[in-house]
Nanobody
Framework: QVQLVESGGGLVQAGGSLRLSCAAS????????MGWFRQAPGREREFVAA????????HYPDSMKGRFTISKDNDKNTLYLQMNSLTPGDTAVYYC????????????????????WGRGTQVTVST
């Protein structure tokens, strides 16, 4: 069992940046493929970014390519999401997720593919 704790959310003006962090407990962080998702009020949870367990491969939906960057520090047991050029449409609760993986270069981008979830951190982008 792994526990995930997100941090770094807050209020930012449109055009600004935030870096989210997700700290993981346990000794097996290197074996986890991970991802970020978000959920706005009244909407389904949406895929934001994914990274393979080695950190060598990443994936984003088209709407976030070039603005968001996911990274994984296996020495610090921490996942990051750098978000730039934020818009009010990015306002949501952001969740990190993890799953064990046997493949060093495989990423996952569906909610049902993940076993562990954090409680989320609120990101609010004002106009």
């Amino acid at each position: 069992q792994v526990q995930l704790v997100e941090s770094g959310g807050g209020l930012v003006q449109a055009g600004g940046s935030l870096r989210l962090s997700c700290a993981a407990s346990g000794r097996f962080f290197r074996t986890y493929a991970m991802g970020w998702f978000r959920q706005a009020p009244g909407r389904e949870r949406e895929f934001v970014a994914a990274i393979s367990l080695s950190g060598s491969r990443t994936h984003y939906p088209d709407s976030m390519k070039g603005r968001f960057t996911i990274s994984k520090d296996n020495d610090k047991n921490t996942l990051y999401l750098q978000m730039n050029s934020l818009t009010p449409g990015d306002t949501a609760v952001y969740y990190c997720a993890a799953r064990t993986s046997s493949f060093s270069t495989t990423y996952y981008f569906s909610t049902y593919e993940y076993d562990y979830w954090g409680r989320g951190t609120q990101v609010t982008v004002s106009t």
